[in-house]
């Protein structure tokens, strides 16, 4: 065995790229964001754990649309969509939250945990545009770059749920 056949991965069936593809780099991004969503949900509050899940299905099915080249279909995070999850990441006081927060110590476990999610997240969207940017420069699962963002946006507020929760149960 040659050491180029372990360069070499399937990125559809027959067809052979090196690991360093960028579609390769993607997928080992969603997979250490996969990864990184189950270990919170075991290690985290139960209060979180829904949305977690929704986190993961979703990752799962940017997976699967990538993979198989196809749409990437509806979806919800927290029962919110696409705009309403940029409104609330945007505009947090108008859900509930006294506003915009960086992460502080005092914001406890969970927040933190959250917090590197949404990093997770947001690198995992660099590689997604990275990897869909066609040679004109238009762009191929739109989908799913979208899907991405609005990812890091959900683990913002959810972020920002638990930095609440850590706070007040301090009072």
């Avoid at 799962?60 to 696409?82: D, Q, V, Y």
């Avoid at 899907?147 to 706070?167: D, G, I």
């Amino acid at each position: 065995m040659s050491l180029e056949s372990e360069t070499l991965t399937e990125l559809r069936a027959g067809e052979l790229v090196p690991k360093d593809h960028p579609r390769i780099l993607l997928r080992g991004r969603l997979d250490t964001l996969a990864a990184e969503i189950l270990l919170l949900m075991t290690e985290g509050p139960d209060g979180f754990r829904e949305d977690l899940a929704d986190a993961l299905r979703l990752v799962h099915a940017i997976l699967a649309a990538e993979a198989l080249e196809k749409p990437l279909g509806p979806w919800t995070l927290g029962g919110m969509a696409a705009d309403a999850l940029r409104e609330a990441s945007h505009h947090p006081e108008r859900y509930g939250f006294p506003g915009h927060r960086p992460p502080a110590p005092e914001h406890g476990r969970t927040a933190a945990a959250l917090n590197r999610l949404r990093a997770i997240s947001r690198e995992t969207e660099i590689a997604a545009v990275t990897a869909f940017r066609r040679e004109d420069g238009s762009f191929s699962h739109e989908d799913c770059i979208l899907a991405l963002n609005r990812l890091s946006s959900f683990f913002y507020v959810l972020q920002l749920r638990a930095a609440q929760s850590a706070l007040e149960a301090k009072r």
